[in-house]
T-cell receptor
């Protein structure tokens, strides 16, 4: 079975600073990987996803993530954060099987200080 | 834009009572999911379905039943609600052949 670990429950950064949110996955085969964002009192929205190919994938609002098979990681990055980026970020993993259901990490709550 | 709605948006239930959470999607998606969200646990998969009239158990199905009477509707049923089932419940849908899930706004359930 696949699983995801997000080691940082909370991250606080200043506006304009760079950001990295960590995600480690466990899977017997190369999975599909996702980052979702949850704004207060809303459902989750997809930021970006990785299937194969270039290990760096671009997402919305300047976010990108890098897949590393050797480290079993899929870290999310942003060069310069804005206060509106404050939200909870979830990493998710899914097996390459159409009937497989994605599994989510515990989430990282990002607070951007003005 | 994919649309997933949930009802009710919030509910207070009594211990031992029956609770039904409903999810409706207008996306014509084959797959639907129920997750619960608790602080420190993220989203955990309860039940899912990839075709009408069939459901599958997720990682934490105990205490929950699911029903998929049509492609558009997917319900989560708590026959005997317990305090430990206080959480936010999210429904999601996904198209066959695609991997992006579309989430509803969530239902806040408080069991007293």
């Amino acid at each position: 079975a696949q699983s995801v670990t997000q080691p940082d429950a909370r991250v606080t950064v200043s506006e304009g600073a760079s950001l990295q949110l960590r995600c480690k996955y466990s899977s017997s085969v190369t999975p599909y990987l996702f980052w979702y964002v949850q704004y207060p009192r809303q459902g989750l929205q997809l930021l970006l996803k990785y299937y194969s190919g270039d290990p760096v994938v671009q997402g919305v609002n300047g976010f990108e993530a890098e897949f590393s098979k050797s480290n079993s990681s899929f870290h999310l990055r942003k060069a310069s954060v804005h206060w509106s980026d404050s939200a909870v970020y979830f990493c998710a993993v899914s097996r390459r099987n159409n009937n497989n259901a994605p599994r989510f990490g515990a989430g990282t709550k990002l607070t951007v200080k003005p | 834009e994919a649309a997933v709605t949930q009802s009710p948006r919030s509910k207070v239930a009594v211990t031992g009572g029956k609770v039904t959470l409903s999810c409706h999607q207008t996306n014509n998606h084959d797959y639907m999911y129920w997750y619960r969200q608790d602080t420190g646990h993220g989203l955990r998969l309860i039940h899912y379905s990839y075709v009408a009239d069939s459901t599958e158990k997720g990682d934490i199905p105990d205490g929950y039943k699911a029903s998929r009477p049509s492609q558009e509707n997917f319900s989560l049923i708590l026959e005997l609600a317990s305090l430990s089932q206080t959480a936010v419940y999210f429904c999601a849908s996904r198209d066959r052949g695609q991997d992006t899930q579309y989430f509803g706004p969530g239902t806040r359930l408080l069991v007293l």
